[in-house]
């Protein structure tokens, strides 16, 4: 079926007809891939070589154009400081709270500090205790603590790390008492999953390489078990298809396993990936550490099981679309797991799809959503009662049980123009008081000053396309705003409204922020996500492209001052809409985004990505990554927008050549005399959590467009 020809090298392509801007010279070369009797052309494909050191060179002077513009712009390095600012008026942030056997672990940031350090407390009121300063333990190097897991008896801790946004772990054991490592360290993997009851081994996720360019690195990776103080040699195959390889687990997923105590009494085991509907297995307990395990399959993909599990005793609650478009709760006995005749707990509501659930001691918390806010519910689990919790403002709700052994729970509220604030509440009364653990954010009185409204527009097919837009307060709608347009649109993935500094300081400067919920999400349940899902793709972008339309038609803005940005799935989206009507947009960004979709499974992390996407041996999924194609659709003498791509040279998720081949494409193609330049963060990965980093980051990003855009703060430097 397929055909690949690398002929030689015919020639360099014109650096471009503008002098303004000289790019780097980009070569092309005749190479196609013939599928199902087409053939495609990818003169860019040497650019996916990173063992070439002329691929090498060509970021990194790619880079250095980029960075000789950008360091030109009035405004960027103002956009730092106004976010350092604002960080330092910030009162410490504690997230990734874990409470086992009276003890609390978390990591905090405190204003300042660019990442966060891993802490401890005896009791949630207990004096804080330092266990893991990140950017201390090794000289020269800030880490990220990916994930942590403390043993159920919390003397010991498993801390996985990773460096420059790779999200390739190093895993450690820490004495919690001692506050010292043992001496344990396991390197290639990609991150905790457990501890075994009896404190003495983890389970974590082997990876063949550490290499994320290695287009083989993620494939069949392997559920490991190590006994903690024996060589990592010596690790325990303990799920993956090579142990069992009657399960049929496909070489793209991730194999895990699991321990709860919210059920002792089974090992659970299951394939990640980024299909949402699950796949799990379970064992009696006592099998961990036989031979080989009898596995019995706890749901299959045909159970359309989605979002969220709970286990309560033998109980065991799921999210299901099964007949249910907007989603409802239903529960099983885990002695005979038939989900097709599970019992309802909670209907399917009409206006609201179920987003989540956790539980409690005595409830199940269901966290629910219009499409933008959040209504959260609990379901005593004594009597079968529902009761809707008043949330204190409206917004998006983020629901966690701190101990599964009393009723107290904590949820993250925000808006789109409300900060993240943290309340307690008690399930049993429904009362919300200031959180344990985060205090309320302080921003300056400009950030006030912005408002919100919530509009549908109708889209190419009658679709009606939630758009939400955010301006300061007084702002005239006479055309001349500059607005940035941001969406995603894949997985199912939900846009809720929440808080986002970065895109709130352009509000304040004047700009108007437009977020549509396009296709590919689910604000509007399953048939939304699916309406923008592998050969519907095309409403994705379409959807984005009506929403730019009702902006510039109502006043907002106009094609001069628009700009728009996709990141990572959100690739396809800009890329998309920009080659499909790049008259309508004055700039855009394509920040470390999947450009070249056809290319995407012969990455590391492309073959578990195609149940969205879909794969290019299959002939009708092939020519619907066709049309998500940006690379593929670049038409030389168009006049394109000013285009700003970024890659992380360590991004594991999408390679730094799926932006980079859309930039080359689009240099050597356009006539419009506007920047196309492509961005390399060589400190940075898909993303990353030191803020200095980030800030660095986004300031370009939003300098660039602005500045395309007209915005008189970030204009070239005189």
């Not at 966690?400 to 509220?413: A, E, F, M």
């Not at 396309?465 to 001349?480: C, E, H, V």
């Not at 700009?563 to 800009?574: E, P, R, V, Y």
């Not at 791509?645 to 689009?666: E, T």
Request: charge should be neutral; proline fraction near 5%.
């Amino acid at each position: 079926m397929k055909k690949l020809y690398i002929i030689a090298i015919i020639c360099f392509s014109a650096c471009s007809a503008f002098a303004q801007f000289k790019y780097p010279a980009t070569k092309t070369v005749d190479s196609t891939h013939t599928y199902f009797g087409v053939t495609y052309k990818d003169p860019y494909e040497w650019l996916e070589n990173f063992k070439d050191t002329s691929v090498v060179n060509w970021f990194k002077n790619q880079a250095n154009y980029t960075n000789s513009i950008l360091n030109k712009l009035n405004g960027r390095d103002g956009l730092i400081a106004e976010w350092k600012m604002l960080d330092q008026l910030q009162p410490a942030h504690i997230r990734s709270t874990v409470y086992k056997n009276g003890r609390v672990f978390y990591k905090k940031t405190l204003p300042g500090e660019k990442v966060g350090k891993l802490y401890y407390r005896q009791g949630v009121n207990g004096p804080e205790q330092l266990l893991f300063d990140p950017t201390t333990y090794i000289a020269g190097k800030t880490l990220t603590i990916e994930s942590f897991i403390p043993s159920f008896d919390a003397k010991q801790l498993a801390i996985a790390y990773s460096s420059g946004g790779a999200e390739v772990s190093t895993i450690k054991i820490m004495n919690v008492d001692t506050k010292q490592f043992l001496k344990d360290e396991i390197t290639k993997t990609a991150g905790l999953e457990g501890w075994t009851f009896d404190n003495k081994s983890i389970f974590y996720i082997w990876l063949k390489s550490a290499d994320n360019t290695d287009p083989s690195a993620r494939l069949n990776p392997k559920t490991k078990l190590h006994a903690i103080g024996a060589a990592d040699s010596t690790d325990v195959d303990f799920f993956s298809n090579t142990s069992y390889p009657g399960l049929k687990i496909p070489a793209k997923v991730y194999p895990y396993a699991q321990i709860t105590d919210d059920n002792k009494n089974y090992i659970f085991a299951g394939e990640g990936s980024v299909q949402n509907e699950m796949v799990m297995f379970y064992a009696p307990i006592d099998q961990v550490s036989a031979p080989k395990i009898q596995w019995k399959p706890l749901c299959t993909a045909d159970d359309k099981l989605v979002r969220g599990m709970e286990f309560i005793g033998d109980s065991v609650f799921a999210i299901t679309y099964n007949g249910a478009k907007n989603y409802k709760l239903i529960g099983v006995d885990i002695k005979n797991p038939d989900w097709s005749k599970a019992r309802v707990v909670s209907a399917e509501r009409p206006n609201q799809t179920l987003e989540a659930i956790t539980h409690c001691k005595d409830y199940l918390i269901m966290t629910y959503s219009d499409g933008i806010n959040s209504q959260v519910y609990k379901y005593e689990l004594a009597t079968g009662k529902v009761t809707e919790l008043i949330l204190p403002f409206t917004g998006a709700a983020l629901v966690s049980c701190l101990d599964n052994k009393t009723n107290i729970c904590t949820v993250d509220l925000t808006s789109w123009v409300k900060p993240n604030t943290e309340f307690d509440f008690d399930a049993t009364t429904g009362v919300f008081t200031p959180g344990s653990f985060n205090k309320p954010p302080a921003y300056p009185a400009a950030y006030n000053n912005l408002e919100v409204k919530e509009v549908e527009v109708k889209g190419h097919d009658g679709a009606m396309i939630p758009l939400s837009i955010m301006y300061r307060k007084g702002t005239k709608l006479d055309g001349n705003n500059v607005c940035l347009m941001d969406a995603y649109g894949a997985y199912g993935i939900s846009i809720p409204s929440s808080f986002w500094y970065a895109e709130a300081t352009l509000v304040v400067k004047g700009v108007v922020v437009a977020i549509p919920h396009v296709r590919g999400g689910s604000e509007k349940g399953e048939a939304w996500y699916k309406g923008g899902y592998k050969t519907t793709k095309p409403n994705t972008w379409k959807d984005f492209i009506s929403c730019g339309e009702y902006l510039i038609a109502n006043g907002y803005t106009k094609t001069s001052k628009l700009a728009g940005m996709g990141t990572s799935a959100g690739g396809i989206l800009i890329s998309r809409s920009i080659t499909e009507r790049p008259d309508l947009f004055a700039a855009a960004i394509c920040n470390v985004g999947c450009a070249n979709a056809m290319r995407l499974e012969f990455t590391s992390n492309g073959p578990v990505n195609t149940p969205e996407f879909g794969t290019v041996k299959d002939s009708v999924e092939c020519k619907a990554l066709y049309e998500m194609d940006g690379v593929q659709h670049v038409v030389s003498g168009t006049k394109y927008p000013a285009v700003i791509c970024i890659g992380g040279w360590n991004d594991p998720r999408v390679v730094a050549w799926q932006p980079g081949k859309f930039a080359a494409a689009l240099q050597n193609a356009s006539t419009s005399g506007k920047p196309v330049l492509m961005k390399v963060n060589y400190d940075d990965g898909h993303f990353t959590e030191d803020k200095s980093v980030t800030w660095a980051n986004f300031a370009d990003q939003f300098a660039f467009v602005l500045w395309q855009c007209g915005h008189p703060e970030f204009q070239l430097k005189k």
